[in-house]
């Protein structure tokens, strides 16, 4: 069970008491759900509980034939923990352990296709800034926020437009001024170190793990609430390694729970090698307390379901059947919602917002209710409050002033997640054609309130543009070098 109690979220302790005791009240769901916690209400130092803004409750009628209905559907009281009323997220600036910054092209610093940087670079850049305050001014009070599959990159393959604009926010403009910008994806799967030097290398540009962010990122918080937890999703056992970065102490994968019995999963084919490299322990004595799905199942079939068993056992124990699976249910938690996912296929690809919804359906079908969930990631209010928490910590690190700019552009390429997360939290939104959206036209649902653009290149110089104004140009002049220019003298005197 999870490491609070009802007091935390404002609850009298002895009605849940009398509940748990198998005292029924016939009410409905919604009316014994608890209260949702206080914006701002934290559990020890290092989480703040941000109001969910999307229902915590399934409907998974839609998607089901009605014969698949239990015809002995009753209505049932609510979940004791409410934990779909809020998200955790951490409280302070990233961990230490994560900031570093990596660069292309075997580790140093460098400019693709341009001179070697000179030690006047940077002074001759800052005499640049000081003729041009105002455009200075404008520069450090806009900040772009990019998705990244699909507006940057497809998989492992480059979209071209994306490193020049990394080129461009980075100091190859006529100021020399880096613009901020941070990276805020639903992509999944890997420790924040190894996607951010996967990223770096194929965009050639320096990124830091201080300015990314991945739906599961935010869900190191969760680790203050609990201690064993089955993770779900990703290749091999990278999603075990994220999970020990964020602090989790006792940490359990599928491939363990088929190790200690392989009748779980009929199906699965489990060879000698996943054996010797798995966890195996007697899972019938051992309290899984949440289920987090932190990227894409990569075997639907034994995934499904182990979670089905858990959800239905008593206080997550397998091989027990929950007299009341409502109000023994553990926690399940995702990392996003979305449906589709771009990839390097002409047609994008289900995520795992489609897993969620055949996890949601099965389990009305069998339970006869609802599955209380919790999703993070766009377009989730937490995932928002915390890019803003990432991009004043990046402004100090590049400008030395911690602050959020006034003017921040969203730029991603599906409406679903991108755009309406964006819009909902007040950012301007730019909508692109190089990834999960084909439309005609703006799209009609969510639409991007700074426009639609063929690629990021197009978005980001339209909005430099607005902000800082049409002469802007998009690069920096080095013939001012008076050491690599072409006159040998500096055009400032």
Known sequence: MPAFDDSDFGVDASKTTSQNNGQTNGSSMSKDTLSIPADGNTHGHGAIEVPATRSSISD???YMHNLSLSPSMKERRGSRNSFGTSLPIPRSKRQSRLSSVTYADGGKA?????????????????QMQDLSSEKVKAAKDMAFVFDIDGVLVHGDRLIPEGKRVLEILN??????????HIFLTNGSGKVETQRVAQLSNILHNPISTEQFIQSHTPMRALAEYYKTVLVVGGEGYKCREVAEEYGFEDIVVPNDIVAWDPTIAPYRVFTEEERKTSRPRDFSKTNIEAIMVFSDSRDYATDMQIIMDLLQSENGRLLTKAKDPVSQRIPIYFSQGDLLCPTEHPIPRM????????????????????????????PELATYKYADEIIASWMETIHNDEKLPKNIYMIGDNPASDIIGG???????????????????????????????????????????????????????ESINPVTGKNGVSAIE
Do not use: H
Request: glycine fraction near 12%; include cysteine; charged fraction near 25%.
């Open 60 to 62: 998974a009628s839609a």
């Open 351 to 378: 995520s795992q917002g489609a897993f969620r919804i055949g996890l949601e359906a099965m389990y009305k079908a069998l339970t006869g209710v609802d599955l209380e969930r919790v999703v993070y990631g766009k």
């Open 110 to 126: 460098t400019r693709p296709g341009m001179p070697p940087i000179q030690p006047t670079r940077e002074i001759l850049a800052a």
């Open 423 to 477: 819009n909902m939290y007040g950012w301007n939104t730019c909508l692109v054609r190089t990834g999960v959206y084909q439309g005609e036209g703006n799209d009609k649902e969510n639409p991007a309130s700074f426009g639609v653009f063929t690629n990021v290149l197009e978005a980001v110089q339209t909005a430099i543009k607005k902000e800082i104004g049409d002469d802007f140009r998009f690069q920096f002049d």
């Open 171 to 180: 100091g190859d403009n006529e100021l020399g001024i880096k613009i901020p």
